[in-house]
């Protein structure tokens, strides 16, 4: 004869109070306090944000900027303005007292531009790796200090393995560069999330030989730095910027591909000037018209009853010579920020093939 099945009696809801609390409160003995909480307990803030220098990127992002404590990865083309945007961010966070740091693999950093861009070189720590190892390790180093608020890497791509680096030239190594990174970001993105360093990877783009259907553009590293993101920008340069014959900027473009904090798929287009950086009055003009700010008629520009320019370079003139409308529009710019972000949301053409690309790489790709 079977055994009759017994019934256990469920534990009330006040000794599944007291056993949780007691593993809480062992948990927090053996790893210490605030290793584990309540999402909604006091400690867990928001996530704050540095600035990037783009209005426009700025109200794209959803959260006024980069977040801090967590890795963003910057890629696109030669010459689109992948380094200017991560000194932008260095500056806007300089402004506020932060400390930054510079890991400059491809060894090709202009200070003097850097410092039209409003870099504190001062202030600005530098490093000059001879390998991908010895330049992730002082990435891990300075994060774990718990003493900087931004770091960028410029660039993945130059991150070049020492055993490539020993080999002869033509060695075959399959997947050496792909393993640096994926082992590299294992190890700090813990680190990062809790000394709330932002860490800026910039990275290139490559193509992938064959493909048929989709984007053939991929970046460099594998696909370690794709998951570990948590804001991926893709830029681009779209065309130029001239007065009569000089070009004197680029117009670029760029895509929040990734973003783990807030919608992502906006599209935001800046003008960025040879020896200025990011235009800050071009942006202003441009959300302004958009957000029904700043009023438009043929080529005349116009806010409220004044007239501000005729054609975009001279409104932009106009404004930087009249700092205090600037600010004005600035101001009413931020206040209907929703309502351009809504704006921002990529057309099918922009967003075609971002899911490939994360798709379709295996991890041995380099």
């Known amino acids: 004869m079977a055994t009759p099945l017994r019934v256990v009696e469920k534990e009330s809801m006040e000794d599944k109070t007291k056993a949780l609390d007691a593993a809480l409160g062992q948990i927090e003995r053996a790893f210490g306090k605030g290793s584990i909480m309540r999402l909604g307990d006091d400690q867990a803030v928001e996530v704050a944000s540095i600035s990037t220098g783009s209005l426009g990127l700025d109200i ?17 083309p030669e010459s ?50 001879d390998t991908g190892e010895q330049a992730l390790e002082i990435v891990d180093t300075l994060v774990r200090s718990g003493a900087l608020d931004v770091l960028v890497v410029d660039s993945v791509a130059a991150l070049v393995p020492r055993a490539e680096l020993e080999g002869e030239m033509g060695d075959s190594l399959p997947g050496l560069h792909a393993r640096l990174m994926s082992q590299a970001l294992r190890k700090l993105t813990g680190s990062i999330s809790k000394s709330d360093t932002t860490v800026i990877f910039i990275n290139q783009i490559r193509h ?52 783990k904090l807030a919608p992502p798929f906006k599209v935001v287009e800046f003008d960025i000037m040879y020896g200025e950086g990011i235009s800050k009055m071009g942006e202003l003009i441009d959300l302004g018209v958009q957000a029904g700010i700043v009023d438009k008629a043929g080529s005349w520009f116009s806010y409220g009853d004044e007239r501000i320019g005729q054609g975009r370079e001279n409104s932009k003139t106009f404004l930087r010579e009249h700092p205090e409308m600037a600010a004005d529009i600035e101001n009413r710019i931020r206040a209907n920020a929703g309502l351009i972000s809504e704006a921002m949301l990529g057309s099918p053409e922009d967003l075609a093939g971002e899911e490939v690309d994360d798709a379709d790489i295996t991890e041995g790709d380099d």
Not at 60 to 76: M, S
Not at 209 to 238: C, H, Q, W
């Open 208 to 259: 992938k030989i064959g493909v048929m259907f989709g984007s053939p553009e991929t970046t460099t590293g594998g696909n370690a730095l794709k998951f570990y993101a948590s804001v991926r920008l893709d830029i681009r340069r779209i065309g130029s910027i001239k007065e009569r014959d000089e070009v004197v900027g680029n117009q670029t473009k760029v895509k929040v591909v990734k973003n």
């Open 60 to 76: 794209g992002l959803g959260l006024g900027g980069v977040p801090r404590g967590r890795v963003v990865e910057i890629y696109g």
């Open 80 to 129: 689109s303005g992948k380094t200017t945007l991560a000194l932008h961010v260095i500056a806007e966070s300089q402004k506020d007292g932060g400390t930054c740091a510079f890991v400059d693999a491809e060894h090709a950093l202009d200070p003097t531009y850097a410092r039209k861009l409003g870099v504190n070189l001062d202030d600005l720590l530098i490093s000059q790796p």
